[in-house]
């Protein structure tokens, strides 16, 4: 059974950084093999894409509005995601989710899913 555990998360004043990371179990195929990805909802939101990673080259894509503030990377030894998020502004809070997708992925068509981590920007 496949497992996202996301863990991470807090409360952190406006400007400051946070690191998230998602650890991975349970993939029938190797965790390298995977895209792996960032969303967020925030309250009264929508979930939105926020980061992924391919795994041929580490190709990386971003939401505009992160972009240039949050990294994605990953350690396949651990088969663990994470996102680097510095410069936080209090529109980031949000629940952010830890997604997989066998192969090469866009920002659509995910199938597992973590059960989120709760990342709250104070101003």
């Known amino acids: 059974q496949v497992q996202l555990v996301e863990s991470g998360g807090g409360l952190v004043q406006a400007g400051g950084s946070l690191r998230l990371s998602c650890a991975a179990s349970g993939l029938t195929v190797t965790f390298s093999r995977h895209t792996m990805a960032w969303f967020r909802q925030g309250p009264g939101k929508d979930r939105e894409f926020v980061a992924l990673?391919?795994?041929?080259?580490?190709?990386?894509d971003y939401a505009g509005s992160v972009k240039g503030r949050f990294t994605i990377s990953t350690d396949n030894a651990k088969n663990t995601v994470y996102l680097q998020m510095n410069s936080l502004k209090p529109e980031d809070t949000a629940v952010y989710f830890c997604a997989a997708r066998l192969g090469i992925g866009g920002r659509t068509g995910y199938d597992y899913w973590g059960q989120g981590t709760q990342v709250t920007v104070s101003s």
């Open positions: 990673i391919n795994w041929i080259g580490g190709v990386t």
